[in-house]
């Protein structure tokens, strides 16, 4: 049995909290503790001097779109473009480097832009060329904009729900002529891109992803061969699409190898693309979203995965959307029991705007909240996007984490990538420095979600993983960070101590303005899958 011993670090354990050694043997943790005892017990180990760094259980981002993500770090990413015509300047640039196939580009958010509107066909005609296929998502991923060819290769689209002259694709539409685009990559940048967007979450510590994958993001063939493709970085598939029984749940788990049936199941869409399924109407828009999903369908998918043994789980977003799935669960609750429905470990995705009822009633079913504290950084505060489409008082009561927490829901923090940032550290600190005060997680708490609770909302409950403990797998990252802090949870009062007497493990400062960890290893299971 080979042993390593990793010596003269600062090793986050709540067995052990001021550990500065750690010994792994065959990809599990076997003990924790000071160095001097540590190489007397273990005198035969490969020994690794951490030189001060930091050591803390690796992260796992719960909701991932794996080849998107890749895409838009290999392709064009407007995330960044500050106005309209940046943006197409970008496109223009962009498009005399690639001068062949489809124009594929995502990231794009007029709500920043100081002309307030996405662009038009024309302009992105004019932009690239007559005759060029181009396919351009909203941040969101809710709704896209397009050249004229594209929509030309769909005739279908125009007919569809979701399609307005002059206006951004949503609903059918969009993915009609999203799964146009799509098609026209081939084996090896689909490759390509699967292996920037892994290596890139290899990179910031993390070891394992949650893909939401489904017929109207990526298609069974992506989450096919993402399954098939071979990383360090561990992926769980998740697949967006109704069944109707227990067997045809099994069937669909089967035939595409996938680990359970949520993720992104739309039961609604998104604020920035105004398809939120909202109970009133949106603050700078009379309509009130779109509802995929109703009760019924929510009640019968639901039943069919709990009979089969398999998790489920919705995108939900908007109040109204969140009504059907409370509704739903409620009456599976009511016919098979609570045990049995929680033994499953249910999800649902972004959660944004909950009450307190649906919040107890979730948490007494044991549904498990996969959220993305990105979200409020982007997009939250009195002068944010949130409070453009809801009105001030609505946004206020986004993305209620710590209601959430408090009522007894397992939280898993992660990013929705390549809709925020995979930067695990940001989202950790976005969640504890929420927009909205009294909505926050105390430092402890966002890191176990987005390390302990994620592995979790996995199906992982062994309450092991995602700890730095003996007989816990030996997934970990090793940081280069500041001095460690300990964080009492209060919003208005922050109480900072060094003590070593307080046995409770210290994180990075994760204050505003404090530089985050910057990753030098990250091992999953024993074996290194980064190095910087």
């Known amino acids: 049995m080979s042993t390593q011993l990793l010596v003269g670090g600062r090793i986050y354990s709540s067995s052990s909290p001021d550990a500065t050694t750690m010994a792994v043997s065959d990809g599990t943790v076997v003990w924790l503790?000071?160095?001097r005892p540590g190489r007397a017990l273990h005198p035969d180990a490969e020994i690794i001097d951490l030189d001060g760094a930091f050591v803390a259980p690796a992260f796992v981002d719960p909701?991932?779109?794996v080849s998107a993500l890749g895409r838009t770090l290999t392709g064009l990413d407007l995330s960044s473009a500050r106005s309209l015509a940046q943006c197409l300047s970008r496109l223009a640039d962009f498009a005399a480097a690639h001068p062949d196939g489809t124009l594929l580009g995502d990231g794009w958010d007029d709500t920043e832009w100081?002309?307030?509107r996405p662009p038009t066909i024309e302009e992105i005609d004019r932009a690239v060329g007559p005759g060029r296929q181009v396919y351009l998502s909203r941040v969101d991923v809710h709704s896209a904009v397009v050249s004229s060819a594209l929509l030309d290769s769909v005739p279908q689209a125009s007919a569809a729900d979701g399609y307005t002259p002059g206006a951004p694709l949503c609903a059918r539409a969009h993915h009609l002529v999203r799964a146009a685009a799509l098609a026209g990559l081939s084996r090896a940048q689909r490759d390509r891109a699967r292996r920037a967007a892994l290596d890139h979450a290899a990179a910031r510590g993390i070891v394992a992803v949650h893909e939401c994958a489904g017929p109207d993001i990526s298609g069974r063939d992506d989450v096919r061969e993402l399954l098939e493709f071979e990383h360090g970085v561990q992926v769980r598939a998740y697949w967006g699409e109704l069944v109707a029984d227990a067997d045809s749940a099994r069937a669909l788990v089967d035939e595409l190898g996938v680990h359970a049936l949520g993720g992104d199941l739309f039961a609604d869409g998104s604020f920035g693309s105004h398809t939120a399924w909202l109970r009133d109407p949106y603050h700078d828009d009379a309509g009130r979203g779109r509802g995929y999903l109703d009760a019924d369908a929510v009640t019968a998918h639901v039943r069919a995965c709990t009979e089969a043994g398999i998790?489920?789980?919705?995108?939900?977003?908007?109040?109204?959307?969140?009504d059907a799935v409370v509704t739903g669960i409620g009456r599976v609750v009511a016919e098979l029991g609570g045990p049995k429905v929680a033994a499953r470990g249910h999800r649902v995705?972004?959660?944004?705007l909950v009450d307190t009822a649906q919040i107890a009633d979730l948490a007494?079913?044991?549904?498990?909240a996969s959220v993305q504290p990105g979200f409020d950084a982007a997009w939250g505060g009195t002068d944010g996007m949130y409070a453009a489409r809801l009105g001030r008082e609505r946004a206020a009561t986004l993305n209620p984490f710590a209601a959430m927490a408090s009522a007894g829901i397992s939280l898993a923090i992660g990013s929705d990538a390549?809709?925020?940032a995979l930067d695990p550290w940001a989202a950790v600190r976005a969640a504890v420095e929420h927009q909205t005060a009294g909505h926050g997680l105390s430092p402890r708490a966002a890191f176990a979600a987005a390390t302990r609770g994620a592995w979790r909302a996995g199906g992982v409950r062994d309450g092991l993983a995602g700890t730095l403990v003996p007989g816990a797998p030996a997934s970990y990252a090793v940081w280069d960070a500041d001095e460690l802090v300990v964080a009492a949870a209060a919003d208005s009062v922050q109480r900072w101590s060094t003590d070593p007497r307080s046995r409770v493990p210290g994180l990075p400062p994760l204050t505003p303005g404090a530089a985050l960890p910057r990753c030098l290893r990250t091992v999953h299971r024993g074996v290194t899958i980064h190095a910087a």
């Open 114 to 116: 100081p002309e307030q």
């Open 33 to 35: 503790g000071a160095e």
């Open 349 to 352: 995705e972004h959660a944004e």
């Open 63 to 65: 909701h991932v779109h």
């Open 311 to 322: 998790q489920a789980g919705f995108h939900v977003i908007g109040d109204a959307a969140m």
């Open 418 to 420: 390549p809709v925020t």
């Open 364 to 368: 007494a079913w044991g549904v498990i």
